[in-house]
């Protein structure tokens, strides 16, 4: 089983500033990484397919890096849209997600 | 437009059993493979059994193997769970959703499309 370790936990930011989240597999998953963005009362919206690929209609701002066992979530200028808790999700063995980064604000 | 419909959820005593369905319109179910991924309340997402867009490879979590099984009625647009011998552990919100965005070929993939979910909960 692959695990995926999401941090921080939490991330105290305010709008205009840059997130910048970390996704780590318990071993390598070359680039098979996804990571969704979930608000209260919603169910998760694809954001990033692939460590890089930005999916159908997510904006710019977002961006995402790494390879193997390392990956990470960019948001330059938050949006106060942005706000909410990012996962991360593998698909290189079975499929399995990160517990999840809060991003709120400051 | 893309859209499922979850139903089926509700309150269930400890060894009890339930059937979730999930009604699609909006794409050509057939050709998509489709997938179940819950949610305990407060905790994050688990993906619990995939299936083919023919419906004959069914995939599941060690964690629900034996005691969930996933179909789907392609006549209808309709993908299925049934959940037997549940525990307090399996109460969740349980999302159906489209394996994506490799046009639904690949079973154990990403989720680009996702229902708005269904609680089950387990209590006595």
Not at chain 1, 63 to 79: P, Y
Not at chain 1, 81 to 86: G, K
Not at chain 1, 90 to 105: H, M
Request: hydrophobic share 35%; glycine share 12%.
């Amino acid at each position: 089983e692959i695990v995926l370790t999401q941090s921080p936990a939490t991330l105290s930011l305010s709008p205009g500033e840059r997130a910048t989240l970390s996704c780590r597999a318990s071993q390598s998953i070359t680039k098979y990484l996804a990571w969704y963005q979930q608000k209260p009362g919603q169910a998760p919206r694809l954001l990033i397919y692939d460590t890089s690929n930005r999916a159908t209609g997510i904006p710019t701002r977002f961006s995402g890096s790494g390879s193997g066992t390392d990956f990470t979530l960019t948001i330059n200028s938050l949006e106060p849209e942005d706000f909410a808790v990012y996962y991360c999700q593998q698909r290189s063995n079975w499929l399995s997600f990160g517990g999840g980064t809060k991003v709120e604000i400051k | 437009e893309v859209q499922l419909v979850e139903s089926g959820g509700g309150l269930v005593q400890p060894g009890g059993s339930l059937r979730l369905s999930c009604a699609t319109s909006g794409f050509t179910f057939s050709s998509y493979a489709m997938s179940w991924v819950r949610q305990a309340p407060g905790k994050g997402l688990e993906w619990v059994s995939g299936i083919s867009g023919s419906g004959d490879r069914p995939f599941y979590a060690d964690s629900v193997r034996g005691r969930f099984t996933i179909s789907r009625d392609n006549s209808k647009n309709t993908l299925h769970l049934q959940v037997k011998s549940l525990r307090a552990e399996d109460t969740a919100i349980y999302y159906c959703a489209i394996s994506g965005p490799f046009g639904g070929v690949i079973v154990l993939s990403y989720f680009d499309y996702w229902g708005q979910g269904v609680l089950v909960t387990v209590s006595s």
